[in-house]
């Protein structure tokens, strides 16, 4: 089974300073998906940024980055000039290439910019 | 184009009620996905169907739970007898058939037994 882990449960950056978010996983499969999703106090949930295994070229989306280290099974989220509305509550999540979008989540780290 | 819609925001349910949450998947999306954010931890899978068919429920609850996507209407999620432990946002996501663009995830239903 696939298993996802974050082990930062809360972090703190000042505005537009710079984070790194961590995130492990665990899985057997070869090809397959990576995500970061965004939670606000409004509890929607938000994709951030997504990570195909298959690709060497790590994933960027405006102030978003991820570093992804296929063999360590690492895949971090940096988050650059931090603003205010990056305040969330942020999950590492990962499917296989299988069959459909079954996703498995990590437990989430909260992230709060001070201003 | 509409997001996924799932209402009701809120439920409040007192202990033995049944509670139906319901999804409209995003248009053109012919896949409905259930998940379970349990307070302090991140999202459970639940359930996951197509149109008429249960595709994968390994996520379920044996008892009590139960879920449909009808040929026409939203996609239901029912909990019968509810108790405290039910107490959970539940979410509900759609996706077109091809992965590569992920999940997108309506504003979820509170749910709160008491």
């Known amino acids: 089974a696939q298993t996802v882990t974050q082990s930062q449960p809360e972090m703190s950056v000042q505005e537009a300073e710079t984070v790194t978010l961590s995130c492990t996983y665990d899985?057997?499969?070869?090809?397959?998906?990576l995500f970061w999703y965004k939670q606000p106090p409004s509890r929607q949930m938000i994709l951030v940024i997504r990570q195909e295994a298959y690709k060497q070229q790590n994933a960027t989306e405006n102030r978003f980055s991820v570093n992804f280290q296929k063999a360590a099974k690492s895949f971090s989220l940096k988050i650059s000039d931090s603003q205010l509305g990056d305040t969330a509550m942020y999950f590492c999540a990962f499917t296989d290439s299988g069959g459909y979008q079954k996703v498995t989540f990590g437990t989430g780290t909260k992230l709060q910019v001070i201003p | 184009n509409a997001g996924v819609m799932q209402n009701p925001r809120h439920l409040v349910r007192r202990r033995g009620q049944e509670a139906r949450l319901r999804c409209s998947p995003m248009?053109?999306?012919?896949?409905v996905y259930w998940y379970r954010q349990l307070p302090e931890e991140g999202l459970k899978f639940m359930v996951y169907l197509q149109k008429e068919n249960i595709i994968d429920e390994s996520g379920m609850p044996k008892e009590r739970f139960s879920a449909e996507f009808p040929k026409e209407g939203p996609s239901i999620l029912r909990i019968q007898q509810v108790v405290r432990g039910d107490s959970a946002a539940y979410f509900c996501?759609?996706?077109?058939?091809?992965?590569?663009?992920?999940?997108?995830f309506g504003s979820g239903t509170r749910l709160t037994v008491v």
């Open positions: 899985t057997s499969e070869s090809n397959y998906y």
């Open positions: 996501a759609s996706s077109p058939r091809d992965r590569l663009y992920g999940y997108t």
């Open positions: 248009k053109g999306h012919s896949h």
